[in-house]
């Protein structure tokens, strides 16, 4: 049998990053995307976001893809969305995700910034941050 453990830092933001994620719909969607996790045998670890993004923490499972967890992940989501109407708009997720490895031993420290996402939005814009990320880990963006 083969075994891996190898943690993944998924951060997906709303189509044109639209405000759309109130907390109240947010914490129905993260309640349903853990649920969706489960059932499709994602081990997600942490899951949390602010108006327009959201952020998990996961394990590849041995024969997971980022690019397969992130389709299952973002299109069951939306098509959840829709279907219950939580939005006022057709919702949609961006195309484009950002993934990073997590060594193990940062991951609770990945978890407490996952965790505290409300706080950390009050200081800094999402635009900010993924601005931050594409530099540090010298991601090349296509404008969209």
Not at 96 to 105: N, R
Not at 125 to 139: C, D, L, P, V
């Amino acid at each position: 049998m083969s075994y891996t453990r190898i943690w993944v830092h998924l951060v997906f933001a709303t189509k044109h990053r639209a405000p759309l994620l109130s907390t109240d719909i947010r914490y129905k969607i993260q309640r349903h995307i853990i649920q969706n996790c489960k059932e499709k045998s994602i081990y997600l670890q942490s899951i949390n976001g602010y108006t327009d993004h959201m952020h998990c923490l996961i394990v590849l499972g041995r024969d997971q893809t980022i690019a397969k967890i992130a389709q299952l992940i973002k299109g069951e989501s939306a098509f959840w969305i829709n279907k219950n109407q939580l939005t006022k708009q057709h919702f949609v997720w961006q195309d484009d995700y950002f993934a990073i490895s997590v060594s193990e031993s940062i991951v609770p420290k990945v978890v407490a910034y996952i965790k505290n996402q409300e706080q950390h939005h009050a200081k800094k814009s999402f635009e900010n941050e993924w601005n931050e990320f594409t530099a540090r880990y010298g991601f090349q963006i296509d404008q969209d």
